[in-house]
């Protein structure tokens, strides 16, 4: 397992959205001039960050549009070749109304910054961007907006334009596919954009309460490719942290992604939930690879596809390419939690606990509370058999995920190999218990079943995992703690039943 990783004035959100969406098509297509101290000319279409808008308004409550906001400007920017977009949970930490431009340039690894502030107020929307070259604090562009809201997409054709001839820029595609309306539907563009506010968070509820958004927008518009896609990703998250079975998860899963892509084969979202599907739940190698290459080719800027790549190759066991992609995620997102624990957990199974241990203390020092961090810190505890250390992350972790059956087991699992029977037992009962309120994974039970030497119980309990279609038999072959197993019969042919290459 690696890091779970992770929007009323609707007519505003709407045209600030299509704004920048479209505007995306038209920066950085072109070489802007400007001079510098030696008169050269400087070419800025290399790297953007776009930080979030600042809100002017006095209602709170319109603090969600600066998420749907950048993620309309990062999915556009994302199309265009060439260009080095920084992921939005890395932007996401210059919130601060003066953020040092030059320190998040730096930060972030980018040349140019966007950033702006916005206004609502009933019908009209005051608008503000400046695009910054960060090596030297100077304004390429800035513009300023004061507009009536009565016909939005009028007025995103008349700011676009405004915008291209300011800065002369011609369209990267020839076609502009990327200039049609999402959906036609107000009311579901607004629920999409809550949709996508509570899938950011990536907790349990806030997926679940994404999942409820997504599908009223749907309602309202049932070809809203977008809407699918933000279903996917929420139900591939729930499986993934085992919150519910993978049955229920994975092929809802599934069936949003194909639906989406049947409605927009150009988004690399559900490619990339459909890579997710075939490895951790359908086990279908091939496809699952060809499915997260698929995103990575129609978007090299999304970092979530090269994420879930990183940990399809763990899984194969073909760390070298793995360690390649996980870093490229990094480059993309480099203040990404998750993906810098990722980097760690990938580490430790190919057995490099140092550059594991480098990594993960970096996430815990930008988020001491990350659960996921603390897991595989503990692991690598466990695997060097400092156990005290290890059963210190593990309570760590449960701590910030109340209730987690998978913190329970790794707690339970140590305390097996330490020799606390006691402890590993009271954690059985624990999740015992817990499995009449809410799912258990079967393989959590089976790896502290294992720490126990109870082989029949613990193959039990892996039988179960199979039935289950637990994403964890994914890691069978790859994670340490079933090494004294890899000999006994019943694991080669679990290993040969999930299909996992030799």
Not at 47 to 71: C, H, M, R, W
Not at 88 to 103: G, P, V
Not at 159 to 169: F, M, R, S
Request: charged share 25%; hydrophobic share 40%.
């Amino acid at each position: 397992m690696a890091g779970l990783k992770r929007f009323p004035n609707i007519a505003g959100v709407i045209v600030l959205t299509a704004f920048f969406g479209v505007l995306g098509y038209f920066i950085f297509t072109k070489r802007t001039r400007q001079q510098d101290n030696k008169n050269d000319a400087m070419d800025v279409a290399q790297s953007i960050a776009v930080l979030p808008f600042v809100n002017l308004g006095k209602d709170t409550t319109q603090e969600y549009f600066s998420d749907g906001l950048i993620d309309g400007i990062l999915s556009s920017l994302g199309q265009l070749k060439g260009l080095k977009v920084s992921a939005r949970t890395s932007s996401l930490q210059f919130k601060e109304k003066n953020a040092d431009i030059k320190d998040a340039g730096r930060r972030l690894g980018v040349r140019t910054v966007l950033k702006g502030s916005y206004q609502l107020e009933a019908d009209r929307v005051t608008i503000t961007a400046v695009l910054i070259d960060v090596k030297d604090n100077s304004n390429l562009w800035s513009a300023k907006y004061d507009e009536n809201m009565d016909d939005i997409f009028t007025l995103q054709h008349k700011i676009v334009n405004a915008i291209a001839d300011k800065l002369e820029l011609t369209l990267l595609h020839s076609n502009q596919s990327g200039l049609k309306k999402p959906t036609k539907s107000i009311e579901a563009y607004k629920l999409y954009l809550k949709g996508r506010s509570n899938w950011n968070l990536r907790t349990p509820p806030a997926l679940k309460k994404g999942i409820d958004f997504f599908q009223q927008a749907i309602a309202i518009d049932s070809s809203y490719a977008a809407a699918y896609a933000g279903i996917a990703d929420c139900y591939t998250a729930l499986g993934y942290g085992s919150f519910i079975a993978p049955k229920d998860a994975f092929p809802k899963a599934l069936e949003a992604a194909t639906r989406a892509l049947l409605l927009d084969s150009t988004l690399a979202e559900p490619h990339a939930s459909l890579g997710y599907y075939n490895f951790y739940f359908a086990w279908d190698w091939a496809a699952a690879e060809q499915e997260f290459r698929s995103a990575i080719a129609l978007d090299p800027n999304y970092e979530l596809a090269y994420d879930w790549y990183g940990y399809y190759l763990t899984a194969m066991k073909r760390y070298d390419e793995a360690k390649v992609v996980l870093s490229k995620a990094a480059e993309l997102d480099p203040l990404s939690v998750p993906i810098v624990t990722d980097m760690g957990f990938s580490a430790l199974y190919r057995g490099d606990h140092k550059y594991a241990f480098q990594n993960l203390q970096k996430a815990l020092l930008m988020n001491p509370k990350f659960m996921l961090a603390h897991l595989w810190m503990g692991r690598i505890y466990q695997v060097e058999k400092r156990y005290p250390e290890a059963i210190s992350e593990y309570k760590q972790a449960l701590q910030a995920s109340t209730n987690w059956p998978v913190a329970f087991a790794v707690l339970g699992n140590v305390y097996g190999v330490s020799g606390d029977k006691i402890n590993a037992k009271k954690m059985l009962d624990t999740l015992h218990a817990l499995s009449s309120k809410r799912f258990v994974t079967s393989y959590g039970l089976a790896t502290i079943y294992a720490a126990l030497d109870e082989k029949d119980n613990a193959f039990e309990w892996l039988d179960k995992a199979y039935e289950e279609r637990s994403n964890w038999l994914v890691w069978l072959r790859a994670d340490p703690r079933w090494t004294p197993f890899k000999k006994e019969k019943r694991y080669i042919e679990l290993v040969n039943k999930v299909g996992l290459p030799q």
